[in-house]
């Protein structure tokens, strides 16, 4: 029997087909077929003959990503249905927090005037400090935060209304 | 020698301590907190205690339970490690205070190197080389910027009691002097419970290289050469060797007798490094002297043939230092990867989560360090390196060619770690010359981005493989639907439940 798969990695998507005959697999990929004779020969870890060479894996599955080891690299790769996916747009600048920790100085309130770079607020994780900055020039609308404040991973920490050019 | 050691830390290096002192037949304490229950040093260790809290205020930084751990289980020495209580001076007070011995230095010879400026002070007198800067008492904010601005820029602003990079700025120009110190205070404060900071001079693509120092209590130091230590993100060292490809025998003589009579002017005692600047002429200048095991220390090992951790044991244990200077030589070169649980193409940001999969290299002269294992949890709670590789060879391009192997055989699968990123700087072309200064990683890898070429085919052929070895039920169900004439079209919902 032959699936369908969606690979999501970065900003990229790859469709695969593939086709499996006991240890043999069928592959399309990008309009060329591959066949290989593959095993696995631990869990997660893939031996698979491609011609006259042998690639050699390590897979693991995670909460909701794959990590692919090849070649002492290693991937992060989500699988998706590409039907009804949301359009990954890139948005200008990033006011969400790169890290969890912990808020330990807000720099603005509500309604101040900010300049692009300027410092919004200090996350301190790992005894590391990290600034979020302003992305542009504007309004400050709202912070999310206070001080001392537990943040997580990508939360946005303040709305910045920008500046009309 | 000790019966029983308690081991302060956790992760590699209390591994690495415990398995020293169980191989000299000393009886092991690990202390951990709710988070490490099941963490490798526990594991290994004869016995352990349970701290609770995994806050490190409340766990690996507590002393008063750390010291009535020891007492409770009859500990003669606490080993610190390196981090956490290692260079706290009153944790060291606290175990002589309490009849358990503390393996380091004093706790006044700890006190007077954790204080930056009373160290240079010290270290000048006996006429080791030092950085011009302002080193003064008066930390207000205008004084700071006034002295700052004399110094000239770019210019250092860096935690008194500070280390491992936190606490520390480089300020390019005068405007963002101020937010630079306010920020290097704060984080000073929070990481060392003090936001005194000093100034200095910044030398601009300057070496990192340090000397490691044998002491005994009874008057003996010698040196064990030098570690370079250049290649550093945010300040911290990723990748370390010895010899330096830049050190030539003179300059290896001088360091190494500057570094032993610091350590003869201060009364210095058990292991010590003392780390130099070095700029483009072959000046070196004093920076400061870690009280303390290095994480780097292996490298020294694998090219001395000198187990450091035992030599601290030993003579904490008031044993004399038999190995004399001219007895000590260097034999092929060694290099370091310190594995990192971080994102090297966002900032280097630590990443958090379950290791799915850890499968370490092994061969000839390969050493690991590590503290971790399948099913290991990351937590935001500690320093996210995870493990230390190193290797030795006969010279610096088979070390290298080594290292590229064994990081290539390196299995972490589970969160975002530096390796591609090591084996990318290994491989740098500067890197093989040897021309690396403290600032390599800006000046080539700066916008370096792990994932630049996409998905290899290879990665895709394995995936699908993987994925069609593993089918996921709705795939079935979807495949049924896509295919009319599918066997799979004939038989029950009932079978899916693969």
Not at chain 2, 206 to 235: K, M, N, T, W
Not at chain 2, 255 to 284: L, R, S, W
Request: charged content about 25%; some cysteine; overall charge negative.
């Amino acid at each position: 029997m032959s699936i369908f798969i969606n690979y999501e990695h970065d900003t990229h998507v790859y469709n695969v087909t593939v086709e499996r005959r006991d240890t043999k697999f069928f592959i399309t990929y990008n309009n060329n077929e591959y066949t290989v004779n593959a095993i696995e020969v631990k869990p997660g870890q893939l031996s698979i003959q491609l011609g006259d060479r042998v690639i050699k894996s390590v897979i693991s599955q995670g909460e909701d990503s794959k990590f692919v080891f090849i070649d002492g690299n290693i991937y992060k790769v989500k699988r998706i249905e590409l039907t009804g996916r949301k359009k990954t747009e890139k948005k200008e600048g990033d006011l969400n927090s790169p890290i969890s920790g912990t808020v330990v100085t807000i720099k603005v309130k509500q309604g101040h005037q900010v300049k692009k770079d300027d410092v919004i607020l200090v996350i301190e994780a790992m005894k590391m400090e990290y600034l979020i900055r302003a992305p542009y020039n504007g309004e400050v609308k709202k912070v999310y935060f206070k001080e001392k404040d537990q943040i997580e991973i990508g939360q946005l920490t303040a709305e910045i209304e920008k500046e009309e050019e | 020698m000790f019966k029983k050691v308690m081991i302060a830390n956790r992760g590699e290096i209390a591994v690495r301590i415990i398995k020293a002192c169980q191989e000299m037949g000393i009886k092991t304490v690990a202390i951990y907190s709710e988070v490490d229950s099941h963490s490798p040093h526990v594991e290994i260790a004869d016995e352990s205690v349970n701290l609770g809290d995994p806050t490190p205020s409340e766990s690996y930084l507590n002393i008063a339970k750390i010291i009535e751990s020891a007492r409770s289980v009859s500990a003669e020495a606490i080993h610190p490690g390196y981090g956490f209580l290692a260079e706290n001076p009153d944790f060291a007070k606290a175990c002589n205070d309490s009849g358990i011995k503390f393996i380091g230095p004093t706790p006044e010879i700890i006190r007077l190197m954790g204080d930056k400026i009373e160290a240079k002070k010290t270290i000048a007198s006996a006429k080791v080389p030092v950085i011009p800067g302002y080193h003064g008492i008066k930390q207000d904010l205008s004084t700071l910027i006034k002295e700052g601005k004399k110094i000239g820029f770019p210019l250092l602003v860096k935690a008194t009691a500070g280390g491992g990079g936190k606490g520390m700025r480089v300020v390019n120009a005068e405007t963002e002097l101020e937010q630079a110190i306010e920020s290097a205070k704060r984080e000073a404060k929070s990481a060392f419970g003090n936001d005194s900071v000093f100034l200095e001079q910044y030398i601009d693509k300057p070496r990192h290289i340090e000397i490691q120092i044998l002491a005994d209590e009874y008057g003996h130091v010698i040196h064990l050469f030098e570690r370079e230590c250049s290649i550093q993100r945010r300040h911290q060292k990723i990748i370390e060797e010895t010899p330096s490809p830049f050190v030539t025998p003179k300059l290896r003589e001088a360091m190494g007798k500057a570094a032993v009579a610091a350590a003869e002017a201060v009364g210095y005692t058990n292991a010590g490094t003392i780390e130099f600047m070095v700029d483009g002429k072959h000046n070196f200048y004093f920076m400061e002297m870690n009280t303390r095991l290095q994480v780097e220390h292996p490298i020294t090992e694998a090219t001395t043939g000198v187990d450091l951790v035992k030599w601290q044991l030993r003579i904490a244990s008031g044993m004399e230092l038999t190995i004399k200077q001219k007895s000590l030589f260097q034999r092929g070169h060694a290099l370091e990867c310190r594995i990192y649980a971080e994102d090297p193409s966002n900032g280097f940001l630590p990443s958090v989560g379950t290791l799915e999969k850890v499968e370490i290299p092994i061969g000839p002269n390969i050493r690991n360090d590590t503290g971790i294992e399948t099913n290991y949890h990351v937590s935001p709670y500690y320093d996210p390196m995870l493990a230390k590789l190193t290797v030795n060879s006969e010279n610096r391009e088979e070390s290298i060619n080594k290292m590229i192997w064994a990081l290539s055989h390196y299995v972490v699968l589970g969160v975002t770690t530096n390796i591609s990123f090591l084996k990318k700087v290994l491989e740098h072309p500067e890197f093989k010359k040897g021309n690396i200064t403290t600032q390599f990683i800006n000046d080539y890898f700066k916008d370096w981005l792990i994932t630049k070429e996409g998905l290899p085919l290879d990665a895709i052929i394995a995936l699908a493989v993987y994925d069609s070895l593993h089918p996921q039920r709705q795939e079935i169900v979807r495949y049924k639907e896509a295919d009319p004439h599918s066997p799979w079209q004939h038989v029950g919902r009932w079978r899916m439940g693969l």
